[in-house]
């Protein structure tokens, strides 16, 4: 019915950059806030960046000053540009809306299938 899709992952050296998009697509009214969250191995998925639909922003400590979250709502898309990754920074990255109102006017919360970065030399 509503879906996420991500792009842009990849494998990138150390202080290189990315740009990870994130389009929604289907039955959809209207989307509230999107995020990305990202899952490194053996680690908890944990928040990275959200922004509400006015363009209220949130970011996790670590990647303050070094990535920027942004969304186009009338393309459904969010994005996340990466700058100055660390080895760190590698983890699936998954695009996240918690709220999602449909043309049925139901409330989803929906998941995209993640996409990986790699920052290594």
């Known amino acids: 019915q509503v879906q996420l899709v991500e792009s842009g992952g990849g494998l990138v050296q150390p202080g290189g950059s990315l740009r990870l998009s994130c389009a929604a697509s289907?039955?959809?009214?209207?989307?509230?806030?999107m995020g990305w969250y990202r899952q490194a191995p053996g680690k908890q998925r944990e928040l990275v960046a959200d922004?509400?639909?006015?363009?209220?922003?949130n970011y996790v400590d670590s990647v303050k000053g070094r990535f920027t979250i942004s969304r186009d709502n009338a393309k459904n898309t969010v994005y996340l540009q990466m700058d100055s990754l660390k080895p760190e920074d590698t983890a699936v990255y998954y695009c996240?809306?918690?709220?999602?109102?449909?043309?049925?006017?139901?409330?989803?919360?929906?998941w995209g299938q993640g996409t990986l970065v790699t920052v290594s030399s």
């Open positions: 289907g039955s959809i009214f209207s989307i509230n806030t």
């Open positions: 922004i509400t639909n006015v363009g209220g922003t």
């Open positions: 996240n809306a918690p709220e999602i109102l449909t043309t049925n006017y139901e409330y989803l919360e929906v």
